[in-house]
């Protein structure tokens, strides 16, 4: 019997490193639209195909999508967040979910350093004043880096990578995670609101789950210090945009660098308007080589799961 793989979108141009190594385990691969479709129409597309594998990178995979496919086996997420898929409904059902939690390390560590190098020399304020027709040197207030405390929010493996890349510059590294098993050498673990209290630059590396929504509110941003930077590259849900707005507006926050948003790709203007605020449409997890680790290694756990092997990333416990 060959499987159905379905393919529920993808943020790249073609659909190619799947279809390779799903064809060549012998499956089918059924491709949906590039750009993620709406619950309903991922219901559709699961009634109409009934696969027995589900490869996801945004689109959402509903309870109901999952109860439409009696044969399913596996939802793989092309990614590492999960807040897309019903995963209490696939576990109920027997089915495996998995993701890539590990190939994009380098890349969103890189992008939070990113933010905080291009505020503290204010590249991207400079850059805009220069493209606007003004060469004003003398009204530079930059920040020596070595001197600012950075606070991780979220201390598995990239907020561990942030934590090492901005220890190089000579930053005093403190992180909060009540799920960390231990600390890091040279990184002190403290309670949010005194990390909050003493950081120049917060990173926010935290999942996106019940507990983590607005985590970041307007009662958090008022215990950071004044004029300090928030960085958001973990997900757009943890931060309560409307109270980040009022933040800069006041004051209170100096800059805000932000991969991910609430409503992405809608962005609220006052947003856009903020000098302050630096924004990039979603791709701190992106690089050239880290979409080709994540494409395959999404597609082989399909194929691993397919031909009766348990997967190398579980993110669930199945039911019997």
Known sequence: MTHTVLLTDYAWPDDGIER????AAGCRLVSGPA???P????????RDHQPAAILTCWAQVSAAAIAAAPDLRIVARLGVGLDNIAVDAATARGIWVTNVPDYC????????VGFALAWTRGLVHFDRQVRGGHWEPA??????ISELTCGIIGFGRIGRATAA?????GCSIVAHDPYAPDAAAGVRMLPL???LAISDIVVVHAPLTPDTHHLIGADALSR?????????VSRGGVVDTEAVIDALESGQLGGVGLDVLEAEPEIPARLLAHPGAMITPHVAFSSDASLIELRRRAAEEVVRVLSGQPPEQPRNRPAA
């Open 39 to 46: 619950a309903e129409q991922i219901e559709a597309l699961v």
């Open 224 to 232: 950071m210090r004044r004029g300090s930077l928030l960085i958001n």
């Open 193 to 195: 609101d005194e990390l």
């Open 20 to 23: 390779s190594v799903i064809e």
């Open 139 to 144: 009204s530079a207030r930059l920040r020596r």
């Open 165 to 169: 890349k901005m220890a190089a510059f």
């Open 105 to 112: 390390v380098a890349e969103v560590s890189d992008h939070a």
């Open 35 to 37: 750009n993620p479709a």
